[in-house]
Antibody, heavy 119, light 110 residues
Framework: QVQLQESGPGLVKPSETLSLLCSVS????????WSWIRQPPGRPLEWIGF???????RYSPSLRSRVTISADTSKTQISLTLKSVTAADTAIYYC?????????????WGQGTPVTVSS | QAVVTQEPSLSVSPGGTVTVTCGLN?????????PSWYQQTPGQAPRTLIY???TRSSGVPDRFSGSILGNKAALTITGAQADDESVYYC??????????FGGGTKLTVL
């Protein structure tokens, strides 16, 4: 049974860079699409982007200029980097495993890690 | 930029039927957007209900069904139960490039 666990700093200052990790156990990274999805307090879900094998990651157009997602297959970790954060980036950040095709659903989710952007 | 629209809130009586719709500001939703539906209860990660328009995820009761109704994707709950009270999200795959979530529909069962 695959398990996903997000980790990160919890609190980030405005204009700084947010870095999160998703540690995957029980499976390899190679066969699936791995997404980051976030949810600001009281707000809807927002897809951030996904990575698949060695393909170029894809990102939400609204975040594309600030976000980088990468996969470390040796460590079975997915990373998220978000630059120049503002209060609007305050959210619970989820890592989710998709399928072997990009349109397959996210069947496994981490518990989410809360991030607050504040000075 | 694509905007996915949903009813902000709906209500249904226990045992009743309700349909949540998912529209797109730029036009009609079709199967090529691979509409998917997720259910989220407070404090929990979302759960997949339906993907690729009408495929029920493993373990999802058959009272949940997906379809295209007119120019929108739709999630229909037939025989609603109290524990169906949740927020339901639609998500569309835009331009075979990126996913966009709708604003969510808060369903009340009363």
């Amino acid at each position: 049974q695959v398990q996903l666990q997000e980790s990160g700093p919890g609190l980030v200052k405005p204009s700084e860079t947010l870095s999160l990790l998703c540690s995957v156990s029980g499976d390899s990274l190679s066969s699936y699409y791995w997404s980051w999805i976030r949810q600001p307090p009281g707000r809807p879900l927002e897809w951030i982007g996904f990575v698949y094998k060695t393909e170029t990651p894809r990102y939400s157009p609204s975040l594309r200029s600030r976000v980088t997602i990468s996969a470390d297959t040796s460590k079975t970790q997915i990373s998220l980097t978000l630059k120049s954060v503002t209060a609007a980036d305050t959210a619970i950040y989820y890592c989710a495993r998709g399928g072997f095709l990009e349109w397959l659903p996210w069947g496994n989710w981490g518990q989410g890690t809360p991030v607050t952007v504040s000075s | 930029q694509a905007v996915v629209t949903q009813e902000p809130s709906l209500s249904v009586s226990p045992g009743g039927t309700v349909t949540v719709t998912c529209g797109l500001n730029s036009g009609s939703v079709s199967i090529s957007y691979y509409p998917s539906w997720y259910q989220q209860t407070p404090g929990q990660a979302p759960r997949t209900l339906i993907y690729s328009t009408n495929t029920r995820s493993s373990g999802v009761p058959d009272r949940f069904s997906g379809s295209i109704l007119g120019n929108k994707a739709a999630l229909t709950i037939t025989g609603a139960q109290a524990d169906d009270e949740s927020v339901y999200y639609c998500v569309l795959y835009i331009d075979n490039d990126h996913w966009v979530f709708g604003g969510g529909t808060k369903l009340t069962v009363l």
